[in-house]
């Protein structure tokens, strides 16, 4: 049996931070219930609209939800009339899910714009599954999402695999390609993961990509350079 590790998972505290940010020691497991039940939400609502990460900052009486996507304008929308509507959508299911209800609990939704979408690994991973359910062949989409992920500036390495009843086939296979370096095991290298499934008539095939960015040293050099 293999040994597989979350590669954002084995990196939190090195060089990856947490996606909810908040201490409680009495009501932690409310609080992580509100929490999963509410990013569920929004990733199911979101995904096709560039979705990128969400991160849950919490205060005092206070909830902050900051949304990262390469298609900010489609969720503000005209006026910020879309981010509004967002807005009170998070509120009656936070409302529906809170297990305090008595206390008076502020949300707050942030929009932040993601910079070169194509090197960004939830985005591309959702791209791609896009294209497999559009019965797009999936060695081609292999192959393109590969070179595209590959152009962007910042990525050395990069790995994708699928696994399914790959183009409708009988029995389900998985299918990879990789191209550059990937040093999993290295705790320095920064590596952005992430994973989405195709819904088919022919059955769900899952997305999984890898991108190597370099290593976390290489990037603090660079920054004191400057």
Request: proline letters at 3%.
């Amino acid at each position: 049996m293999g040994k597989k590790v979350n590669p954002l998972a084995f990196r939190i505290g090195v060089n990856e931070g947490w996606r909810s940010r908040w201490f409680q020691q009495k009501a932690y497991k409310d609080f992580l219930k509100e929490d999963y039940y509410l990013r569920s939400f929004l990733v199911e609502k979101l995904r096709k609209n560039g979705l990128e990460r969400i991160e849950i900052e919490r205060s005092a009486n206070k909830i902050t939800v900051i949304i990262h996507t390469s298609r900010p304008g489609l969720i503000i929308g005209k006026g910020g009339g879309g981010i509004e509507a967002l807005k009170n959508e998070i509120e009656k299911k936070y409302n529906a899910i809170r297990v305090d209800k008595k206390a008076k609990t502020e949300i707050r939704v942030q929009v932040e714009e993601v910079s070169k979408p194509e090197g960004r690994a939830p985005i591309v991973a959702q791209q791609a599954a896009d294209q497999i359910e559009k019965r797009l062949p999936f060695r081609r989409v292999l192959k393109q999402t590969l070179e595209k992920t590959m152009q962007s500036g910042d990525v050395i390495g990069a790995k994708i695999r699928v696994s399914g009843r790959l183009d409708g086939g009988e029995m389900s296979r998985t299918e990879w390609l990789s191209k550059g370096r990937m040093p999993l095991a290295t705790l320095r290298a920064h590596i952005d993961y992430a994973t989405a499934n195709a819904y088919c008539t022919y059955g769900v095939v899952g997305v999984k990509i890898w991108i190597y960015k370099g290593e976390v040293f290489d990037k603090e050099k660079k920054e004191h350079t400057k």
